[in-house]
C-alpha cells in the first residue's frame, strides 16, 4: 500500500523568509507522482506541484520549489519569501495505483506565517 | 476555467435521514472521487469512479453509496445519516493521462453536519 507521512502538524515561519514542508512517501511502484496542495481557511484545494519519479529535475513553480530525494523516498516542499498568504494547510500526496487515479494524502501542515 | 461544483457549502441532516451530495464537472473527466476530510486525519477516499455508471469503493466506504448516470455527475449518499459522518466531503475530478495529468481538481467542499 502506499502511505504518505507528514511529521509536523504545524509550523511558524516569518514573512519573506523561506520554510520547508516535509513529505516522506511509501510505495512498491517504480513509477509514481506526487503532488502538493493549499488549502486556505477558506477550504478550496489548490494544486501547487507535481514531481514524477522519473523527472529528471526537480519540480519549481514560481517560489514553490520540490526538494525531492528519490532514495530517501522524500518530496519536501520548499516555499521561499513566505507571504501572509501562504498561511494555510498544505498536503503532500501520491498518486495511488490500486485506485485508479485516486490521491493518497498525508494529515497535512499547518503554515502559519507571521509579520 | 476549469470547473467542479458540490451542491451545498453547508448541510445539517437528522440522524438517520437520507443525504445526497451532487458533485458536477465541466472538464469532461473521466474520473471522479470522493473525499471526506476530518481534522488530523488528512482526505480519506470514500469512493471513485473511472467511466459512466463504475463505481469502485475507496479506503472508507462503510455507510456510503455513490451513483454515477451521466458523466460529469458523481453523487454521495448516504442512506441513513449518523452523527459520525459529521465531516467535510469534497468532490474532486481528473483525467485519465499520464503524470502531471492525473492533477486533481477539488469542488469547494460541502460540510455536512448530523445532528
Known amino acids: 500500500a502506499q502511505k504518505i507521512t507528514q511529521t509536523q502538524p504545524g509550523m511558524f515561519v516569518q514573512e519573506k523568509e523561506a520554510v520547508t514542508l516535509d513529505c516522506t512517501y511509501d510505495?512498491?511502484?517504480?513509477?509514481?507522482?506526487l503532488f502538493w496542495y493549499k488549502q486556505p481557511s477558506s477550504g478550496e484545494m489548490i494544486f501547487l506541484i507535481y514531481q514524477g519519479s522519473y523527472d529528471q529535475q526537480n519540480a519549481t513553480e514560481g517560489r514553490y520549489s520540490l526538494n525531492f530525494q528519490k532514495a530517501r523516498k522524500s518530496a519536501n516542499l520548499v516555499i521561499s519569501a513566505s507571504q501572509l498568504g501562504d498561511s494555510a494547510m498544505y498536503f503532500c500526496?501520491?498518486?495511488?495505483?490500486?485506485?485508479?487515479?485516486?490521491?493518497?494524502f498525508g494529515k497535512g501542515t499547518s503554515l502559519l506565517v507571521t509579520p | 476555467d476549469v470547473k467542479v461544483t458540490q451542491s451545498s457549502r453547508y448541510l445539517v441532516k437528522r440522524t438517520g435521514e437520507k443525504v445526497f451530495l451532487e458533485c458536477v464537472q465541466d472538464m469532461d473527466h473521466e474520473n471522479m472521487f470522493w473525499y471526506r476530510q476530518d481534522p488530523g486525519l488528512g482526505l480519506r477516499l470514500i469512493y471513485f469512479s473511472y467511466d459512466v455508471k463504475m463505481k469502485e469503493k475507496g479506503d472508507i466506504p462503510e455507510g456510503y453509496s455513490v451513483s454515477r448516470e451521466k458523466k460529469e455527475r458523481f453523487s454521495l449518499i448516504l442512506e441513513s445519516a449518523s452523527t459520525n459522518q459529521t465531516s467535510m466531503y469534497l468532490c474532486?475530478?481528473?483525467?485519465?493521462?499520464?503524470?502531471?495529468?492525473?492533477?486533481?481538481?477539488f469542488g469547494p467542499g460541502t460540510r455536512l453536519t448530523v445532528l
Open positions: 510505495t512498491s511502484d517504480p513509477s509514481y507522482g
Open positions: 500526496a501520491i498518486l495511488n495505483s490500486n485506485s485508479g487515479y485516486a490521491l493518497n
Open positions: 474532486a475530478s481528473s483525467s485519465s493521462g499520464t503524470g502531471k495529468d492525473n492533477e486533481q481538481f
